[in-house]
Nanobody, 124 residues
Framework: QVQLVDSGGGLVQAGDSLRLSCAASGRTFSVYHMGWFRQAPGKEREFVAIIHWNGGSAFYTESVKGRFTISRDNAKNAVYLQLNSLKPEDTAVYYC?????????????????WGQGTQVTVAS
């Protein structure tokens, strides 16, 4: 069992940056692959990024490559998402999530534990 708390969202202008944080409980945090998802009004929850449990690799959805960076600090039980060059289409509620699946997953249903979500709004 792990508990996740998201933070760091806000209202910004196009081209600005934000850093989202996710604080996890438990000494077993390091065994989880950690992902970020987002959900805009009227749309399904969308995969954004995932990082391996040991931080050795990361993958991103095509629309955020080169702009977003996922990272983790297992000593602090934390995962981060750096959002740069934000666009209005990035507006959504962002969620961190944890998975113990052997393979890195991009489907929300494969993640057992979720943060409460943090709102990112990008104005133009």
């Amino acid at each position: 069992q792990v508990q996740l708390v998201d933070s760091g969202g806000g209202l910004v202008q196009a081209g600005d940056s934000l850093r989202l944080s996710c604080a996890a409980s438990g000494r077993t945090f390091s065994v989880y692959h950690m992902g970020w998802f987002r959900q805009a009004p009227g749309k399904e929850r969308e995969f954004v990024a995932i990082i391996h449990w040991n931080g050795g690799s990361a993958f991103y959805t095509e629309s955020v490559k080169g702009r977003f960076t996922i990272s983790r600090d297992n000593a602090k039980n934390a995962v981060y998402l750096q959002l740069n060059s934000l666009k209005p289409e990035d507006t959504a509620v962002y969620y961190c999530a944890a998975s113990t699946h052997y393979k890195m997953q991009t489907m929300p249903k494969e993640y057992a534990f979720w943060g409460q979500g943090t709102q990112v709004t990008v104005a133009s």
